[in-house]
């Protein structure tokens, strides 16, 4: 029973589910639904599919993760940058609006579903910790700058488009004449409506006596008042008659049935694309996760998240979805109002089910307008300049990250940014890790401590010499640690003794030990002694596998200190002390 629940969490807290916990989820539930009911269908927009598209990859896929899911506050659904992955994605397969485009959207969902399932099932979640902090605030930045420009269009009235900076600009340049006046004020209005809704409403109605409660679902339902009044404004004074764009049509039933194509051709196109989406997923999603598990000291599991959350795209791609996963401000509502367990996410697919069956025929008149100001509004939050500045100023690698990720993105497009990302963070870990910190170590008078010889007053003495190396060694860096050591012996005619202290050392691997091989050779050549101290266990064990310690002219310590003193008391040699 342990080891089904372990794949079903829904077998462990639904066993304590209670009437207090209903209510907490279900109110819980009211409120994120009236928050996804027009940023489902902003998504859809974003993603290049018709809007329903949206409101059915929020249901089938939250009752999904429900079942599969550990997080107790994740909101899954149809998030900003995913969708705006999604759309440059299907962009290069199919043209927006047709059969074929839609179907592909099933398919790319359909692979993601499938690679984050494998994922979780062969435990290979560490393979998203490829993607460093800094690598993905650049990204997130970047692509909420494209997706804010993207939907400049739609806020003016006109045509263009585009996948990356330079041609959004072109598009709007090119077509900014052309700009519809009645869609230009419904755009800006509620484009300006929510950001005050988002900053001023709350304490407003705080002010104004309204509990903290009340105040926060009316702060949650301001992009739905947003979407009443434009709705009716079109309406009610025709506007589509000059010219402003409108959803239209909505289809009124709950998810369909819907197959995926899995032909071999559209697979290889659709791969790379999936596997991205499926990692920036995952690490948006297990990140608000956990953060939100924290602040109630409740865990989730890393893999039984992407099954979770492959689930939730398998059941995207067989009900008339797009690619989905755990949203932040889903999320952060979701827990703010009191969530208590994955229910609320059940709940939250019931009321959505609900618009999809009763209020899209409501949505006709909905002007396209208003989606693009919610999208707008809502990814700007998302970007973060700062980012630059406090990585210049902690570490010029991690800046580098951030800038270059953040270039390619916004040059090239969401692929290649992610793929540059992930390359320029492997490539700078090799780089750094390729010139380890390697320290000539000294001991603390009157203690049996070592530090830097260049950061502390220690006392050294001229036949030993102690080399503090701060990584672990491997290919990479093996040659760097030869040319150091023997620069450092070169032409010190008292040295006798070099001691590696191995205290940060957590792996040597074959290459490394091909290099102390040699440096052992090198050493003895030159009448000086090769010594070990401190090698921690597992070390140790894969050392013996090999003859190396059979060949090696020193010893083996276990401490540096007891080191320093044996080899001292063999030679003794006059101390100097070192500012």
């Known amino acids: 029973m342990t080891r089904i629940a372990r794949y079903f969490p829904i077998l462990t807290w639904g066993r304590s589910y209670g009437r207090d916990t209903f209510s907490d989820d279900l109110l819980a539930a009211v409120i994120v639904t009236i928050m996804l009911i027009p940023q489902s269908l902003a998504y859809a927009l974003l993603a290049g599919m018709p809007p329903e598209a949206g409101l059915y990859a929020s ?16 909101a899954v659904g149809p998030v900003a ?31 993601s579903g499938a690679i984050l399932l494998a994922m979780g099932l062969f435990r290979l979640g560490f393979l998203a910790n490829f993607l460093s902090h800094p690598v993905i ?51 800006a209005g509620a484009t300006a409506f929510l ?26 339902a301001g992009p739905v008042a947003a979407v009443v009044a434009t709705t009716l404004a079109v309406w009610l004074l025709d506007l589509t008659a000059r010219g402003v764009a409108v959803v239209g049509a ?39 996760a956990q953060t939100l598990a924290a602040k109630k ?18 059941g995207a791609a067989f009900t008339g979805g797009f690619p989905v996963t755990g949203g932040f401000s889903r999320s952060v509502v979701n827990f703010d109002a009191g969530a208590r367990t994955p229910a609320a996410g059940a709940y ?35 970007v973060d300049f700062d980012i630059l500045r406090r990585s210049w100023a902690y570490s010029r690698a991690d800046f580098t990250a951030v800038a270059a990720t953040m270039a390619v993105t916004l040059i090239f497009g969401v692929e290649a940014g992610v793929s540059s990302g992930v390359a320029v963070s492997i490539l700078l870990y090799l780089f750094r890790t390729s010139r380890p910190h390697i320290a000539e170590v000294g001991r603390v008078p009157g203690t049996e401590h070592f530090r830097n010889i260049h950061r502390h007053a220690v006392e050294t003495d001229p036949s030993i010499v102690t080399l503090r190396v701060d990584e672990s060694l491997y290919f990479a860096n093996a040659r760097f640690l030869e040319d150091h050591i023997l620069d ?32 052992n050779r090198r050493l003895d050549e030159m009448g000086t002694k090769l010594h070990l101290s401190e090698v921690k266990g597992p070390v140790m064990d894969r050392l013996k596998r090999a003859h190396f310690l059979d060949d090696l002219t020193g010893q083996v310590f276990l401490s540096q200190h007891a080191a320093v003193c044996a080899l001292s008391a063999a030679d003794e040699p006059p101390a100097r002390s070192i500012a």
Not at 153 to 161: C, E, F, N, Q, V
Not at 173 to 187: D, F, K
Request: glycine letters at 10%; aromatic letters at 4%.
């Open 137 to 187: 605030a650049g990204f997130i930045t970047a692509s909420g700058i494209i997706i804010a420009l993207g939907q400049l269009r739609h806020i003016l009235g006109i045509g263009g488009g585009g996948d990356t900076v330079v041609e959004l600009l072109e598009g709007l340049a090119r077509n900014l004449t052309q700009t519809n006046l009645p869609t230009l004020v419904i755009g």
């Open 81 to 111: 940058i995913v969708s705006l992955m999604t759309a440059a994605a299907l962009g290069q397969v199919a043209e927006q609006g047709t059969v074929g485009y839609a179907t592909a959207a099933l398919t790319l969902a359909a692979l």
């Open 297 to 314: 000291r409740e865990r989730v599991n890393p893999d039984q998240e992407l099954i979770g959350l492959g689930a939730a795209n398998l």
């Open 488 to 519: 450092r012996v070169a032409g010190d005619e008292a040295l006798r003794h070099v001691i590696l202290q191995c205290t940060a050392i957590n792996e040597i691997d074959l290459s490394a030990l091909e290099s102390l091989e040699a440096i």
């Open 250 to 288: 909505v289809p009124q039933s709950l998810p369909p049935l819907t197959l995926p194509d899995l032909s071999p051709g559209l697979i290889g196109q659709l791969a790379l694309p999936a596997l991205l989406i499926s990692v920036i997923g995952f690490v948006e999603s297990i990140s608000v």
């Open 59 to 74: 249901i089938v896929p939250i009752l999904l993760y429900a079942v599969f899911g550990t997080s107790r506050a994740l």
């Open 348 to 382: 939250t697919a019931a009321g959505l089910a609900i618009a999809a069956l009763a209020l899209t025929p409501l949505i006709h008149f909905l002007p396209t307008a208003t989606l693009a100001a919610t999208i707008i509004v809502a990814v700007l939050s998302l």
């Open 195 to 220: 950001f005050w809704v988002r900053r001023g409403l709350k304490p407003m109605l705080r002010r104004m006596g309204l509990g903290p409660r009340l105040a926060d679902v009316a702060t949650k």
